[in-house]
């Protein structure tokens, strides 16, 4: 079958570095996408990997080992608006995007 | 602001109740999808319709029913559903075949009591 596994919650302090990992096992692979979900809001698009190697935007970078099935989202400097659910999703050998559960992350002053 | 509307936002309904829950987007796409997310699981594709056919039903119950009158509107009819169907219903546009850069409406919050 095919699975996403990330944390499901992780806590974090305001101006600090925070690491969410995602591990994947799928049917193909044509890329991996992170997405940011605020309490009760639309998801949206924060980054797309589809090679090896870091992605970086901003305060938020993305990582990808493909060998590994392996990819990390890394926020710095953190602030509180960053307090969301961060989702992981691969797009898979028939370009169907097979989501994990989200991890929650909580940023404490 | 992500060009798709969603409503209502929340909605409280009986197991015995018929509702439907409206989307619209302003985007020009030709594809759109309802899906299911429900507390610490992974979203769930329920329906995709590409220019205005429906293209997918990932084995969804019949209580749920989708309707694609044109490529900006999308319901979901619902009837008799079951207290397990409580969760956030997820609204979403793109071009055809781009799941990937979908936009997603804030979604309605169903409640079945």
Known sequence: GQNIDQPTE????EGAIVQINCTYQTSGFNGLFWYQQHAGEAPTFLSY??????????R?????????????LLLKEL?????????????????????????KLIIKP | ETGVTQTPRHLVMGMTNKKSLKCEQHLGHNAMYWYKQSAKKPLELMFVYSLEERVENNSVPS?????????????????????EDSALYLCASSQPGQVFEAFFGQGTRLTVV
């Not at chain 1, 992780?10 to 302090?13: D, E, I, L």
């Not at chain 1, 589809?50 to 935007?57: R, T, Y």
């Not at chain 1, 938020?60 to 990390?72: A, E, H, Q, T, V």
């Open chain 1, 10 to 13: 992780m806590t974090a302090t």
């Open chain 1, 49 to 58: 990997n589809v090679l090896d190697g870091l992605e970086e935007k901003g």
């Open chain 1, 60 to 72: 938020f970078s993305s990582f990808l080992s493909r060998s590994k099935g392996y990819s990390y």
């Open chain 1, 79 to 103: 602030q509180m608006k960053d307090s969301a659910s961060y989702l992981c999703a691969v797009l898979d050998s028939n370009y169907q995007l097979i989501w994990g559960a989200g991890t």
């Open chain 2, 63 to 83: 209580r749920f029913s989708p309707e694609c009158p044109n490529s900006s509107h999308l319901f979901l009819h619902l009837h008799t559903l079951q207290p």
